[in-house]
């Protein structure tokens, strides 16, 4: 999973409101007034089931071992998976897909001048945490997709190592080529940064945990506290996910055992240059030999050293061989038919794999899934029947490239695209406030479902904290909405190919924001990390498991899927003005440098002991055309405003019934015909018009991407060109909802 910034804390004063039970009255979104009160009376005997002494049980056991990709624990895990979803009374199966996936063979990194010195690239075993001296099971500390390499050559510190850093030392005259480089976490996700490295010429990359990120400088370290202790280590991924995730061989289709496959060379989103991250105890003597020009104030972390940017006496040698060998990947995939529609499908999804023992990720948010289908299997037991099919999936390997996910989306992509209704994920679950992200369409449903859930320690209704500590974190406007706004999704999840390449409705859900800590993707990770420093008594594994069980109930019931545009269209009046100020923002920076070149003003300024080339002069932004994206957008507000009005009338009545399955058909597609024929520049495989995580930010969201980072990358034509496309996509969505409104007028026999 990602790694979720968790920064609020909040009075209990503010949140004295009325607990959930007390309002759950009125029809629901998307159910007649009699369907409602049948609905309402399951959800609550469900949210009684599940059970935190059995999250943490199953915890322990799924943590029990590291259970990475292709390791005994991994199969175990799954096995041990698809029998507990048998046994509450789901078809419970094993999907194995056969996928790249490197494991280290050798690791070396070491000063070589001025003085010497050999990185240990080990993280010790801590006497207090049972599960951390598994040393024969553990994989080492490592990226994978690193390319292998055997490099010496002078170090660089190029602070997060994006590419605004690169500019900054190019103003410096710092030239990156034939060097290594080490960059800090954070700023971007970490594929990022040995992909801007390898762009600049760079034969090398470093990655390292600063103590201010995630270390000392924000708390006790491990295991005194929650946070990274010396040695600690960020394993992860540097696939160019942004570019297509899942199997690199296998781009597009599932990596079954004869898929046709790519030769490796030829599989784009791996690597070009070896790229190791390190602990700070590993980084320091290599930060605190690198001489040369100090490093700006800004770039400077926590470690007791002047951090200096090179290239100057230190040498580094990094030398890094892989096991290159396909390994296996068992999904598990649990089916409880419907009894009306069995032909649509509500899928849920939370990944099994870890990088180690993977207590917090993502076994917090797997246990919660479990208690999700053991209360479903009893409400069957007591006589409910889901209208549609409702699948419960346990994702192998998504730490490496979501590659239980991708694959299985694009093996089943074409039954996908006939039958799923809603995919809803979750990863690592913390404690806090609850988050949830995705598609707008499905804002008020998520608003909706989060009125009826209780916090488990404020007692209040997880909508009102979530409100609360918008309020005060800043967020005025939250106070006089109905609906909060959720977030877009980027990736770093297993929602990724559901969303981005399928095209179907998807939220993302989870707990956070109270449990900070600094053991993310190491050893650490474990069982007793999570029940010493997180969620201890998986009270918000229960909330978790409580939301999302209640969405999957909630659609797969659902007379009229809950689908409605004044959010959306809202979303993408926003998009749109956005990027005018984008546009005008860039336009203003660019006419501002021009014009100090010419005048001279950096020359005048230059301290000739501390050089600061002048930027380069760009050529003046021309004005672009966002009338269709205007006319677009507004063309979406009027449809989503004569939906509501139709909806209203025909659905808590019943009176629409007879239209119900032509409107549902219509709806599944919401996102679907937001997709865009051929995808985004230069990665097809994200077809997305609205959503997709940055070329250059990793997992970070770019909302209506297309657009945005043809501006960012000040490719005028291409912008354009991208929002006509855009618009086109949005007229679909118009299109849609237009004839979803007509069907429901005409049961009801509205004149609009
Ligand atoms: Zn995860």
């Not at 040369?292 to 940017?309: D, Q």
Request: charged content about 25%.
């Amino acid at each position: 999973m990602y790694h979720l910034v968790r920064s609020f804390a909040l009075p209990a004063a503010l949140i004295a409101v009325l607990p959930a039970a007390a309002r759950e009255d009125g029809a629901m979104r998307g159910y007649t007034a009699a369907s409602s009160r049948v609905e309402r009376d399951w959800e609550q005997k469900f949210r009684a089931i599940p059970e935190p002494a059995r999250l943490r049980e199953s915890m322990r056991r799924l943590s029990a071992r590291p259970h990475h990709v292709g390791s005994p624990y991994d199969k175990d895990n799954a096995e041990w998976l698809r029998a507990q979803y048998a046994s509450y009374g789901f078809d419970a199966t094993i999907e194995r897909f056969d996928v790249l996936f490197p494991v280290p063979i050798e690791r070396v990194l070491e000063l070589v001048a001025p003085t010497k010195f050999v990185a240990k690239l080990e993280e010790p075993a801590v006497k207090e945490d049972p599960t951390s001296n598994q040393k024969s099971e553990q994989l080492p500390t490592y990226n994978a997709y690193s390319a292998d390499g055997d490099v010496t050559a002078p170090l660089v510190y190029v602070n997060y190592g994006v590419p605004d850093d690169y500019d900054a030392l190019e103003r410096r005259g710092i030239d990156v080529r034939g060097k290594i480089v080490i960059a800090r976490y954070g700023g971007s996700w970490r594929g990022i940064k040995p992909k801007v490295a390898y762009e600049h010429g760079a034969v090398g990359c470093l990655i390292y945990s600063d103590p201010k990120d995630d270390g000392f400088a924000e708390g006790e370290t491990y295991p005194n506290g929650p946070y990274r202790p010396k040695d600690g280590v960020q394993r992860g991924s540097v696939m160019d996910m942004p570019v297509y995730p899942g199997d690199p061989l296998t781009p597009g289709v599932g990596a079954t055992k004869d898929a046709k496959r790519l030769d490796r060379k030829d599989a784009v989103t791996i690597m070009k240059i070896p790229v190791m991250p390190i602990s700070y105890a590993d980084a320091q003597p290599l930060l605190a030999a690198i001489t040369g020009v100090v490093a700006p104030p800004a770039w400077r972390g926590g470690l007791p050293i002047t951090y200096h940017l090179g290239p100057g006496a230190a040498q580094v040698h990094l030398k890094l061989s892989f096991d290159w060998s396909l390994k296996p990947l068992y999904d598990v995939i649990a089916r409880l038919p419907g009894a009306v529609y069995p032909d649509e499908w509500v899928v849920r999804g939370n990944h099994h794999d870890g990088w180690v023992n993977g207590a917090e990720d993502p076994i917090s948010g797997q246990v919660a899934e479990m208690e999700e289908a053991r209360a479903m299997g009893e409400l069957v037991k007591q006589g409910w029947k889901p209208k549609r099919t409702i699948i419960y999936a346990a994702w192998d390997g998504e730490e490496p490239a979501l590659l239980g996910s991708t694959e299985w989306v694009e093996e089943h992509a074409a039954e996908l695209k006939q039958k799923a209704v809603f995919y809803l994920n979750s990863d690592g679950n913390g404690r806090g406030f609850l988050g949830v992200d995705g598609s707008y369409s499905l804002m008020r449903f998520a608003n909706e479902v989060a009125h009826d859930v209780d916090d488990p320690e404020a007692h209040v209704p997880v909508w009102q904290r979530m409100r609360a500590s918008r309020i005060i974190g800043g967020d005025q406007e939250s106070r006089n909405r109905a609906d909060l706004k959720i977030g877009a999704l980027g990736s770093g999840s297993d929602f990724t190919p559901f969303l981005q390449h399928a095209g179907i409705p998807t939220l993302s859900a989870g707990f956070g924001g109270e449990d900070g800590g600094g053991i993310y993707h190491s050893i650490y990770d474990s069982f007793y990390w999570y029940t010493h420093f997180s969620d201890t008594s998986f009270v918000y594994g229960r909330a978790l498991a409580q939301v999302a069980g209640t969405m999957i109930m909630r659609v797969a019931d659902a007379d009229l899927l809950p689908q409605e545009f004044g959010n959306l269209a809202e979303t993408v009046r926003g998009y749109v003005s956005e990027l005018k100020t984008l546009r005008e923002g860039i336009a203003k920076k660019i006419t501002e440098t021009n014009q100090s070149i010419t005048e001279g003003v950096f020359d005048a300024t230059n301290d000739p002991r501390h050089p600061l080339l002048p930027p380069k002069t760009e050529p003046a932004a021309p004005f672009l055309n966002f009338a269709p994206l205007d006319n677009a957008s507004e063309g979406l507000t009027g449809a989503a405003s004569r939906f509501e009005k139709a909806y209203a009338t025909s659905v808590s009545s019943g009176a629409g019934a007879s239209v119900f399955p032509r409107v549902n058909a219509l709806l599944r597609q919401s996102d679907e015909v937001l997709l865009l024929p051929d995808g985004l520049p230069k990665r097809p495989w994200y077809e997305h018009s609205l959503y997709a995580p940055g070329l250059y930010t990793g997992y970070g969201v770019k909302t209506m991407p297309g657009v945005r980072e043809a501006i960012e990358q000040r490719d005028w034509k291409l912008a354009d060109a991208e929002m006509i496309r855009a618009a086109a996509a949005l007229a679909r969505e118009t299109e849609l909802v237009t004839r979803a409104a007509e069907l429901l007028e005409r049961s009801v026999k509205i004149v609009p």
